[in-house]
């Protein structure tokens, strides 16, 4: 049984540049959520896509944006890259939306390098 | 909006010590997550707790969720050098707002054998 799966595992990137992350949930899982964590701190929830629309989100701009498909992988999509958003992003998913079964499972990441 | 602060910031113990590490919030969570992160991986769920009180083993990890329902704490026993790495308690944001997970800043652990 396939976990999350995310790609690429690294990237570098130049400022005001665009980049597409893309994340596979685990079998079963129709949920995906995006997470931005930083060097030293922990995961900082961007959003969530649950029957291909956009649920929840938190305090990212619009730089941000992302997808999810008929077979409910996902993409997360940044525009216009600033250093800032040099960070390993996660992509969780998870059976939703159920109240009381919040386990999220991780993928390994994408470790981001904007230069 | 809601905060996780975790203590200690980071530990260094010899293996075969018990360490403990804790979690509060100034609001109320309705579930507590612990998970543990490797370099270079994602988190992992170690323990899931969901009712005030709750005390939950997995192997040598031991779990509890406070009364008040706004701390909980992580338990391991005998430690071994494979449990360095960093271990985050998490809980849904907003109470019953699923899968939008608020985490702690995280606990360093570092077991010298």
């Known amino acids: 049984d396939a976990g999350v799966t995310q790609s690429p595992t690294h990237l570098i990137k130049t400022r005001g540049q665009q980049v597409t992350l893309r994340c596979s949930p685990k079998?079963?899982?129709?949920?995906v959520s995006w997470y931005q964590q930083a060097l030293g701190q922990g995961p900082q929830f961007i959003f969530q896509y649950y029957e291909e629309e956009e649920r929840q989100r938190g305090n990212f701009p619009d730089r941000f944006s992302g997808h999810q498909f008929p077979n409910y992988s996902s993409e997360l999509n940044v525009n216009a890259l600033l250093l800032g958003d040099s960070a390993l992003y996660l992509c969780?998913?998870?059976?939703?939306?159920?109240?009381?079964?919040?386990?999220?499972?991780f993928g390994q990441g994408t470790r981001l390098t904007v230069v | 909006g809601q905060q996780l602060n975790q203590s200690p910031q980071s530990m260094f113990i010899q293996e075969g010590e018990d360490v403990s590490m804790n979690c509060t919030s100034s609001s109320i969570f309705n579930t507590w997550l612990w998970y543990k992160q490797d370099p270079g991986e994602g988190p992992v769920l170690l323990i899931a707790l969901y009712k005030a009180g709750e005390l939950t083993s997995n192997g040598r990890l031991t779990a509890q969720f406070g009364i008040t329902r706004k701390d909980s704490f992580l338990n391991i026993s005998a430690s071994i050098p494979s449990d360095v790495g960093i271990y985050f308690c998490?809980?849904?944001?907003?109470?019953?707002?699923?899968?939008?997970?608020?985490f702690g800043q995280g606990t360093i652990l570092t077991v010298h054998p």
């Open positions: 079998s079963g899982h129709d949920t």
């Open positions: 969780a998913s998870s059976l939703g939306p159920r109240i009381g079964e919040t386990e999220a499972f």
């Open positions: 998490a809980g849904p944001a907003g109470g019953t707002s699923y899968g939008k997970l608020t």
